[in-house]
């Protein structure tokens, strides 16, 4: 596809739908929406637009789509596969300024919110009111950058990804038309299910504009604990085992010991640097959670565990899980010199011990500084590798690497992407996970963007 390049006229126009001050083809601006969290190369677009309503949108939307212009939504741009970045340039549609909490219904559990809003911010305003929006990544991201990826975080195991979060949504289209899609009925049978076809479309098909947003109430209690193992393959095993006997997680997440060790670096939380699992269970009362802990415990000690730790009082808690939420921060922050790569795989249950043995073997033999950490409950694992920046062979290894541990993925009837996204990074491996299903999506794609104008260069290979 041919992309027009930005005339003076085009900007002209375009300038004069906003405010003059939410409008920028300044340099900083720029470079600002030219690069993600991730490692893929840089691309600034040719204007930076921030709009404040869906009117706007949809004429932009209109305006480009006449003109051929590329137009890539921005929410916070934290992902981390290239998803935001603007390939093909164009227009960055910045959603920061667009960020109000419209309505919270206490009553229906549920939130209307504009796309900019940043997910902790939600969090931050219902926590008086006994709610919250369980996905979490570890990122400041928005809603909008949430639906787009369909994120998820440390309580999806229970709680669902963003995709079991949303129940109604208002999408700009690349003609510039809007739709409403889903309701504010918790559950529905009624037509094609739209708001799973624009969750996870890395907004390739049409721009958020609002959503109604699912809440939860806080637990009546919870019960943490800590399980430390000799090796994470151990570790791995008691993972399964804990999904298969029902047990039902809030959170199970598993830290290799290099991941304790900047923990304990950054926090001074004391851990034992041993391969670790965090497990958190919520339920109405102690003395179930006593029950469903000591099960827990117990499958660990069959696994191997060395110390199972429970009763851990709320400040540790909250400790150890914000440490948990920052650590891909503290990462990047202690390997200066150097990018990273989230290798980001998802396989069924029963497969999770192989992966991640797979991922310790692929991690001792790089020799490149590597992190292994996983959302186990949901059996979505993360390998992060700090490459020197610019060091063609220490990439070679790394990307060497991915491409096993999804081709691995793939073969045990898994993903090539847990939660991250396609972007631009894995693209390449769409064709083997999805086989003939993708040019059904390439079809669902050309049907709602003919021009090819949103966030072009991304999903298909
Ligand atoms: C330290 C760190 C930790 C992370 N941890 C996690 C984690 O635990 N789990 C997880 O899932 N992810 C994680 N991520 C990745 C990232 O935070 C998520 O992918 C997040 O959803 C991106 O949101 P964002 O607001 O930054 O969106 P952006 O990165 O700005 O954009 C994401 C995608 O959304 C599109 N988009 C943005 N706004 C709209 C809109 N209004 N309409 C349509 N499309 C739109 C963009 O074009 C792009 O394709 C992490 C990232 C970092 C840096």
């Known amino acids: 596809m041919e992309y027009a ?38 691309t600034r677009p040719e204007a930076v637009i921030w709009p404040i309503s869906r009117a706007e949108v949809s004429n932009i939307l209109k305006y480009a789509n006449e003109h051929t212009i590329p137009v890539t939504g921005w929410g916070a741009g934290s992902s981390l596969e290239g998803n935001p970045i603007p390939v093909r340039r164009g227009l960055v549609l910045d959603f920061s300024k667009m960020n109000r909490i419209l309505e919270i219904r206490e009553s229906d559990f549920q939130a209307d919110v504009e796309p900019g809003v940043i997910y902790r911010d939600l969090n931050e305003r219902l926590r008086h009111r006994g709610l919250f929006f369980p996905p ?3 990122a400041n991201a928005t809603i909008g950058g949430m639906i787009a990826n369909n994120a998820s975080g440390t309580r999806t195991v229970r709680y669902g990804s963003t995709r079991a979060n949303i129940l109604r949504l208002s999408a700009v289209l690349a003609s510039g038309e809007t739709i409403e899609t889903g309701s504010r009925s918790s559950k529905t049978s009624s037509g094609y299910d739209l708001i799973n076809l624009f969750v996870g479309s890395e907004g390739t098909l049409g721009i958020v ?62 851990l034992e640097v041993l ?29 191997g565990c060395h110390d199972f730790r429970t009763g851990i009082e709320r400040k540790e808690r909250d400790d150890f899980l914000k440490a948990r939420h920052e650590l891909g921060e503290m990462i990047t922050r202690n390997h200066p010199g150097r990018s990273h790569m989230a290798i980001d795989v998802a396989v069924p249950i029963s497969a999770y011990p192989e992966i991640i043995a797979l991922a310790r073997e692929e991690s001792r033999k790089a020799d490149i500084p590597g992190y292994t950490f996983s959302h186990a409950g949901d ?35 898994g993903t090539a992407t847990g939660e991250h996204g396609v972007g631009i990074g894995k693209r390449k491996f769409m064709q083997a996970e999805h086989g003939n299903s993708l040019e059904w999506m390439k079809r669902i794609k050309d049907l709602f963007d003919p021009k090819g104008i949103l966030n072009p260069g991304k999903i298909f290979p």
């Open 209 to 270: 504009v609002e959503a109604t947003v699912r809440l939860t109430g806080m637990p009546e209690e919870f019960s943490s604990a800590t399980a430390t193992f000799p090796s994470v393959e151990e570790a791995g095993k008691a993972v399964f085992e804990m999904i298969r006997a029902g047990l039902d997680p809030a959170s199970l997440e598993l830290l290799a010991p290099e991941c304790i060790t900047l923990i304990n670096k950054e926090k001074k939380l004391g």
């Open 136 to 138: 979490d990544p570890g």
């Open 5 to 42: 390049k930005l005339t003076k006229q085009n900007i002209k126009d375009l300038e004069s739908m906003v405010e003059p001050e939410r409008f920028s083809t300044g340099e900083s601006n720029l470079d600002l929406h030219a690069k993600d969290q991730s490692q893929h190369t840089p």
């Open 379 to 413: 059996g979505n694992l993360h390998l992060v590798f700090m490459g020197k920046t610019g060091d063609e062979k220490e990439w070679a290894v790394i990307d060497q690497v991915n491409a096993r541990m999804v081709e691995k993925a793939l073969a045990m009837g």
């Open 275 to 303: 391969p670790t699992l965090f497990l958190e269970f919520h339920g109405p009362s102690q003395k179930q959670l006593t029950e469903i802990m000591e099960i827990a415990s117990d499958i660990c000690g069959d696994t």
